[in-house]
């Protein structure tokens, strides 16, 4: 039975580690979920973040292109009117000069032209000549009357970077005199203030017609694929999303369209600035769960290794409680048999002291008598011994006279000498004393002595 209970509690102890691993990858299954439904919320956060404040500057940057390009359309509008009431010579030095102080008074503007229907250049503000007429969207030859085209960006020698040209019609079919007013800019003021306006370096913004046509650019390369296939690749799609640009980056995007003059303004942002503290928080992340993992192992293994040692402690007390169960059977065995042998020796002892009265004093009767007893008595303290073993008591513990020990052992052993066998005395520490029990000096001294006498050869 108490094998089986031992089994039982063995079996138990094996299977308490494996049910306390389940228990902690669970709890770092349900942290990590945890931590990935963290992450998530802040992954979206943070788009959602960068998407609003995209749309903000989208939204600020359309209206101020708009803005300018109704101060442009304005301006151009007021010289159609002046030359419509011949306030504005067409040609000549006059209408050079006129154009010039025009062109000085429109903010953006920095050259103005008069063409006419034929395409000739009747005057400009300077020497430089007109951009590709077929370039402009809508047509000019179908442009209509107060409407406002836009050319292709182009460059012209000495310029420092790209203009783009506005054109309005002047004149009627019936009248002789008929043509367009052309205006050009630096490209770069389509992007107003979005250098100020930027939300982070990475930050790029474009410029487009409604026909496809690239006007201007800002922290961007040159399309690849042609300014056409760049923006039909973002026509009709939702105003906000993820795109992939032709350079191989994926970019959140914002984007709105100047229905007036048919543009179309792109913002956006690289994805992988957008979310660089992200992946920070995820690296962090990823690392305190493996730190939490491993502490989760090493302290399973040593609540593994506790728990085999205090199974084996179980098992050896077990064993110790076993043995001890044995020990106290064989106390009480030997406690019950020291008790019959000492009531005999009760009986030698007394029977002895009886003989011993009897005996005369000094006599060869009285000295083997008085041997008899000591014998005896050291047979009663042998038996002490045992009694005291079998109670569990604690050993004698005195200090005695070594010698006269030694003296007794031999005066006993003198008494059973084999023929021809002497034993000759030569004690040469009187006196001393030692911190024992006396009784097993004894029997150590006796079994000495006896030992010797058996290897001993008889005198010849």
Not at 131 to 160: K, W, Y
Not at 196 to 220: E, H, I, S
Not at 378 to 386: E, F, P, S, T
């Amino acid at each position: 039975m108490a094998s089986g209970e031992v089994l039982k509690s063995l079996a138990s102890d094996a299977l308490a580690p494996r049910r306390l691993r389940r228990v902690a990858i669970g709890l770092w299954c349900a942290l990590a979920v945890m931590t990935a439904a963290g992450l998530w919320h802040l992954h979206q956060d943070a788009l959602s973040g960068q998407e609003r404040e995209l749309g903000l500057v989208s939204t600020a940057l359309t209206d101020e292109i708009d803005r300018g390009i109704r101060g442009v359309e304005e301006g151009l509008h007021a010289l159609r009117a002046e030359m419509l009431d011949a306030r504005l010579p067409a040609d000549g030095l006059e209408g050079q000069r006129v154009l010039r102080i025009r062109a000085d008074l429109m903010p953006l503007i920095d050259r103005l032209w008069v063409v006419d229907q034929s395409g000739i250049t009747r005057s400009a503000s300077e020497a430089v000549t007109v951009p590709e007429l077929t370039t402009f969207s809508p047509s000019l030859d179908t442009l209509a009357d107060g409407a406002l085209a836009i050319s292709s960006p182009f460059v012209r020698p000495g310029d420092a970077g790209p203009s783009v040209a506005f054109a309005v019609r002047f004149g009627k079919p019936a009248e002789p005199m008929q043509g367009w007013i052309v205006a050009a800019m630096p490209a770069s003021l389509l992007l107003g203030a979005f250098s100020v306006a930027a939300p982070a370096r990475d930050a790029r913004m474009y410029v487009f017609r409604d026909d496809g046509v690239l006007l201007a650019r800002a922290n961007a390369p040159p399309p690849k694929l042609g300014e056409a296939t760049v923006a039909q690749q973002i026509d009709g799609r939702p105003e906000l999303e993820l795109r992939t640009f032709d350079d191989g980056t994926t970019n959140l995007v914002d984007q709105h369209e100047v229905d007036r003059y048919g543009l179309r303004v792109l913002v956006s942002r690289n994805l992988g600035a957008v979310l660089a503290d992200w992946r920070s928080a995820v690296v962090v992340a990823v690392g305190g769960l493996l730190v939490v993992f491993v502490v989760l192992l090493f302290s399973v293994r040593r609540i593994a290794i506790s728990d085999r040692r205090h199974a084996e402690a179980h098992v050896a007390l077990k064993d110790q409680l076993t043995r001890a169960s044995k020990l106290e059977s064989l106390g009480a065995l030997a406690g019950g048999v020291a008790h019959d042998f000492n009531n005999v020796l009760a009986g030698i002892v007394g029977h002895g002291e009886l003989a011993q009265d009897a005996a005369i004093p000094g006599s060869e009767q009285a000295r083997h008598i008085d041997r008899m007893l000591l014998a005896a008595l050291r047979g009663k303290a042998l038996i002490d011994r045992i009694l005291t073993f079998s109670r569990g008591g604690a050993r004698v513990c005195a200090v005695f006279d070594l010698e006269s020990v030694v003296r007794e052992v031999l005066t006993l052993l003198s008494a059973t000498l084999r023929p021809g066998i002497v034993i000759e005395r030569s004690l040469e520490v009187p006196a001393t004393h030692v911190k024992g029990d006396p009784t097993q000096a004894f029997e150590a001294v006796m079994n000495l002595c006896t030992n010797a006498l058996q290897a001993a050869s008889p005198r010849r």
